[in-house]
Each structure stands twice: as C-alpha cells, then as structure tokens.
C-alpha cells in the first residue's frame, strides 16, 4: 500500500507494518543470545554465586563454631579461676591456721623456757643459800671458839678446843 503525501510516496510496511522474516529473525537472535547467555554467562555466573553461598555458608558455620569454642573456653576459664581463687582461699586460710599453731608453739617454748629459767634460779639461790648457812656456822663456829677461848683462857689444852668445835658444827649440821 502506497500513500502519497505532499509528492512522496511512503510504503505502509516501512513506516511500521510488522514483517515476519525479520520478526522470526529478531525472535532466533533473542533465543541464540539467550542461549549464549544461559552457556557462558548464565550458568558460570549460577555456579559463582552458588561457591559463594557456599563459602558464605561454611565460613557462618566456621563463625558459629569459633563462637561456641569461645563460649566454652570462656567458661572454662571461669572456672578454672573459681578453683584457682578457692585454692588462693585455702592456702590463706592454711596459713593463718599453721601461724596461729607456729604462734601457739613458740608461747609454749617461751613459757617452758621461763619455767626452767624460774627452776634453775630457785636452785642457784637454794646453793647459795646453803653456801652462805655453811659460811656462817664457820663464822659462828670460829666467833664461839674465840668467845669460849676468852672465858676459859688457859684451861682448855689445843685438842680440847678442837674436839669442842668439832661437836658443835655436827650439832649445827644436825639441827639444818
């Protein structure tokens, strides 16, 4: 069909009638490009994003592990620091223990000390004491022999005087 305006002549099929070859043309180009498209950009394109759900996948079960390890380390650490401060605990307690018992032996050592220091002063004063009776029954002795020797003067003999003394210091002697 041909128009005629103003001098041309314009085809109907030119300015927009479909034609079917180039309709069947436009429709095997579409289908081979997407052909094309499904072989070498389609399916690599599916297989890439597939690897990298995957990886996604794997490295969000390799996170959740790590997380669960971490929580069971971090327990596990609690734990270990409860005992730990209970061990603390126990050595403190065993030392207050071991020096109230250390404090409680050394009192005793000291007062067992005191108590023999207490004895063996009693006993040097018990020797001395009898050292000085001993030195004052000489005194005494001497002193009665130079009284008795002034009073009787020239009627005792040496032995006689001897003999008196020797009576009188058992006699003191006995009377201790």
């Known amino acids: 069909m041909q128009l005629l305006t103003d001098g041309l002549v314009i085809q109907a099929a030119d300015i ?3 034609n079917g ?5 436009a ?15 389609w399916g690599p394109l599916m297989n890439k994003m597939e690897e990298r759900e995957n990886y996604i996948a794997n490295e969000i079960d390799t996170a959740e592990k790590n997380r669960a390890d971490a929580e069971k380390a971090a327990q596990q ?3 270990q620091l409860k005992a730990t401060r209970q061990e603390a605990q126990q050595i403190i307690e065993d030392a207050k223990k071991a020096a109230t018992q250390q404090e409680k032996a050394i009192i ?3 007062n067992e000390a005191a108590v023999r220091l207490k004895k063996s002063a009693e006993e040097d004063i018990a020797r001395e004491k009898e050292k000085a009776v001993e030195a004052l029954q000489a005194q005494v002795a001497t002193l009665s ?11 005792i003999s040496a032995e006689d005087q001897e003999q008196l003394i020797s009576e009188y210091i058992k006699e003191i002697g006995e009377e201790r």
């Open 27 to 41: 429709i095997a180009s579409f289908v081979a490009l997407l052909a094309l498209l499904k072989k070498f950009a």
């Open 21 to 25: 070859g180039d309709m069947l043309f």
């Open 108 to 110: 005793d050592a000291a």
């Open 16 to 18: 927009g009638g479909l």
């Open 145 to 155: 022999v130079q009284i008795a020797t002034k009073v009787i003067e020239k009627e």
């Open 77 to 79: 650490a609690n734990e």
